[in-house]
């Protein structure tokens, strides 16, 4: 599917490119034309050979070191099965050091931008190895921030022990499987639960602790649920966040940021795109008939 002519307009809408100059490219015309910010993801997931890691740190890198040359605000998000989880857990903290020490080089003495390394969560297995090496890192002063999942029982504890650190955190619903003794099962339960963490992100206490809450969704509803929790307890539009996907409801984005919202987009780039537009593809059925037809012809 990667390589075929019928899929490439999903490859467009969805990836920025294959290289790390095209993600960067992307997260700095989205920032110049839209006041939209970035997060740079180089795909490659679930990696099991030392050479896949070492294509997947040295990506990490180079985005990393274009923070010198230019006036980005980006994360750069970080999985960490890309980075040896599956080979040896050991190794993460390393690559993870590697990339945080980069970013914060980089970075040296500039203020604008909330540039950072971002971990994102996977499959449950890794929600405790995941917030060690957040915490690790943060607490030796590295730019740091964490994914944390609404439909997991065990985020509303892990959430209260983030704001008390004054972390910055990315919220999403999940998209992993996980069983009931884990967590909620509906759409509907999963929804109220990212209320009550919304809520508990966009809090006066939350606030105080100079925590950085970051609302991925591109569920309207949240967003205005957020947006009237921010109004209520004093947080002004640039002390919080909204993110999406490049490609997914860009209106809504673009609404957000002329609205006076910070916006950031999740812009995946490199060869592998195909498991993330598959995604993207169940997500949306309209794009599923597109590729039918696009297939057919
Ligand atoms: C920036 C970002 C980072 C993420 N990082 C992680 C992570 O680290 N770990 C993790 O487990 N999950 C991650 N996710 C995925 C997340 O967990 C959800 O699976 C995903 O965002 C779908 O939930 P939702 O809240 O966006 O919207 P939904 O409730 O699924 O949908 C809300 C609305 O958006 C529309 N919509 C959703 N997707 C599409 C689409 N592709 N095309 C058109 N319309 C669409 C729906 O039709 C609906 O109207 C991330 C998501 C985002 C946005």
Request: hydrophobic residues 40%.
């Amino acid at each position: 599917m990667q390589t075929s002519r019928a899929t490439s307009f999903l490859r467009g809408k969805y990836v920025a490119g294959e290289s790390e100059a095209q993600g960067v490219e992307r997260a700095l015309t989205l920032l110049q034309d839209c006041g939209i910010r970035s997060s740079l993801f180089y795909m490659g997931e679930y990696v099991d050979t030392l050479d896949l890691v070492a294509q997947n740190v040295e990506n990490k890198v180079k985005v990393a070191e274009a923070l010198r040359d230019h006036a980005l605000d980006i994360h750069i998000s970080v999985d960490p099965t890309q980075i040896g989880h599956h080979i040896d857990p050991a190794l993460v903290e390393d690559r993870a050091y590697r990339i945080a020490r980069t970013i914060k080089d980089a970075i040296g003495n500039k203020t604008d931008g909330v540039n950072c390394l971002m971990f994102d969560m996977e499959d449950a297995s890794l929600n405790d190895p995941t917030i060690a090496i957040h915490n690790k890192l943060q607490n030796e002063g590295f730019p740091v921030a964490l994914t944390l999942q609404a439909y997991l029982y065990r985020t509303e504890a892990d959430l209260a022990a983030q704001i008390a650190r004054g972390s910055r955190v990315r919220l999403v619903k999940g998209a992993f499987a996980a069983g009931s003794e884990l967590a909620f099962q509906s759409t509907n339960e999963i929804k109220d639960n990212s209320r009550k963490l919304i809520a508990m992100m966009l809090s006066q206490e939350a606030r105080e602790a100079g925590f950085y809450p970051i609302i991925a969704t591109h569920d309207t509803r949240l967003h205005d649920f957020a947006i009237a929790q921010a109004r209520r307890n004093g947080w002004k539009p640039g002390s919080y966040e909204f993110e999406m996907l490049l490609g997914v409801r860009e209106d809504v984005a673009k609404r957000l940021s002329e609205n006076g919202e910070r916006v950031r987009l999740y812009v995946p780039f490199g060869r592998d795109w195909w498991p993330h537009a598959a995604r993207r593809l169940g997500e949306n059925p309209a794009n599923a008939v597109l590729l039918a037809r696009s297939l057919a012809s």
